[in-house]
DNA sequence: AGCATTCCATACCGAGTGGTACATAGTGAT
DNA sequence: ATCACTATGTACCACTCGGTATGGAATGCT
């Protein structure tokens, strides 16, 4: 049990691969949320049957936490790269345009998995809700970081609010996939990406 | 059958109030959505039974469409009452501080209903999602006829396309919805709302 | 070949879902 | 008092939910 990528092959061999699965998986959750996701949707999608997917991921919550590490990993790394940018106004700029392209994309799933997943939440899935938003605190907190820097660099104006701009910057991210999941158009919320940044303090 | 005021009390008179039993079902569908609205718990908190609530209401979809009736006309009245605002930057200001308080108050549940209903919906209940969609559209509609009217008289710098601020300010207002269902802390999204007010062109 | 081990497929579990049939109880009109 | 009418409470419906017991199939080791 327990998938992993060990190379010793006692016993019948598994018949698909866990990363695609894993994959399929993802997509399934990002559509509908953790508690939205069926385990029948959920294995039809994968190509499995229920007892394969208990034995090679536990159970529904494993699932949807090895889902959401892979969500992070391929999906919202373009907020961590962003934060490479040589100018505050070039990381909001870098973060709103990958928010846009990775939740208004028509390969994947409209919207945010993690607002999808922390918003759809009876009160008996919480766990799932803290879960999705400490790992946002953590990227707020990169961001931050970030704009306490740039404000020292001389890239935002003494008077602003790092802190502030940094979660307001994060509400238009939000707002955007809520926005982008129930079907805005790309070229709106792009218009809207443009017009934050012409209020956008500093350089 | 069918909730109604009127007066001819032939059969057997109800026991209840249909209105503060519609009040029960909106906190209950403004806590969990839709879908995640249980009619055990929706029956539990009007206080009656099931079939008193089927011949009253219809079904879950019809109270849940009354139920928001009921929340635009109590709870989002604030949008339109904002747009009387002299200037353009106080329409943004009202509403913003209007959201806050109304998404972030500790005695209604966190969080716009619209948004966890809309974010919270598995295909089959679509009909749901747009519904809340379109009465939003309308909503956002009148604010971008409001910022036409401001640039009309100087409210407003030329060259700022209105649809898209209104769009923008209507993006930080779902995620500020966002923000506080999940549990952020009022002085966070006020600092927001300052933010992003100081960045606002024109007054 | 025989064995231990692992995976797959079917069929099932108890609990919860939205919705309803039915008998009973309370009302106004006759 | 009887009737038509409506609301209520119980008990139930078919269905889906997440999760699992079980038997057989496929492998490596000895």
Same mark, same amino acid.
């Given at each position: 049990?327990?998938?992993? $990528?060990? +190379?010793?092959?006692?016993?019948?061999?598994?018949?698909?691969?866990?990363?695609? &699965?894993?994959?399929?998986?993802? %997509?399934?959750?990002?559509?509908?949320?953790?508690?939205?996701?069926?385990?029948?949707?959920?294995?039809?999608?994968?190509?499995?049957?229920?007892?394969?997917?208990?034995?090679?991921?536990?159970?529904?919550?494993?699932?949807?936490?090895? &889902?959401?590490?892979?969500?992070? %990993?391929?999906?919202?790394?373009?907020?961590?790269?962003?934060?490479?940018?040589?100018?505050?106004?070039?990381?909001?700029?870098?973060?709103?345009?990958?928010?846009?392209?990775?939740?208004?994309?028509?390969?994947?799933?409209?919207?945010?998995?993690?607002?999808?997943?922390?918003?759809?939440? +009876? +009160?008996?899935?919480?766990?799932?809700?803290?879960?999705? @938003?400490?790992?946002?605190?953590?990227?707020? $907190?990169?961001?931050?970081? %970030?704009?306490?820097?740039?404000?020292?660099?001389?890239?935002?104006?003494?008077?602003?609010? &790092?802190?502030?701009? $940094?979660?307001?910057?994060?509400? @238009?991210?939000?707002?955007?996939?809520?926005?982008?999941?129930?079907? &805005?158009?790309?070229?709106?919320?792009?218009? @809207?990406?443009? +017009?934050?940044?012409?209020?956008?303090?500093? %350089?």
């Amino acid at each position: 049990m327990e998938c992993s $990528a060990s +190379t010793k092959t006692r016993g019948r061999p598994r018949e698909f691969d866990p990363e695609e &699965a894993l994959a399929s998986a993802l %997509r399934v959750f990002w559509k509908h949320g953790y508690e939205g996701a069926s385990m029948a949707e959920l294995t039809e999608a994968m190509g499995i049957t229920k007892p394969s997917l208990y034995a090679c991921f536990g159970n529904k919550e494993a699932l949807f936490k090895k &889902a959401l590490d892979l969500y992070e %990993r391929d999906k919202l790394c373009y907020i961590k790269t962003s934060l490479d940018a040589p100018t505050a106004r070039e990381v909001a700029n870098r973060i709103l345009r990958g928010a846009v392209k990775t939740h208004c994309g028509d390969s994947d799933p409209q919207g945010c998995m993690g607002v999808i997943s922390s918003v759809a939440c +009876t +009160t008996e899935a919480e766990s799932i809700r803290k879960e999705v @938003v400490a790992r946002r605190a953590s990227s707020e $907190a990169a961001v931050v970081e %970030r704009f306490e820097r740039a404000k020292a660099e001389g890239d935002l104006p003494e008077n602003v609010d &790092a802190k502030a701009l $940094a979660q307001c910057l994060l509400t @238009v991210l939000q707002g955007l996939s809520v926005k982008a999941q129930v079907g &805005a158009e790309r070229k709106d919320l792009d218009a @809207v990406v443009d +017009t934050f940044l012409t209020m956008w303090p500093g %350089r």
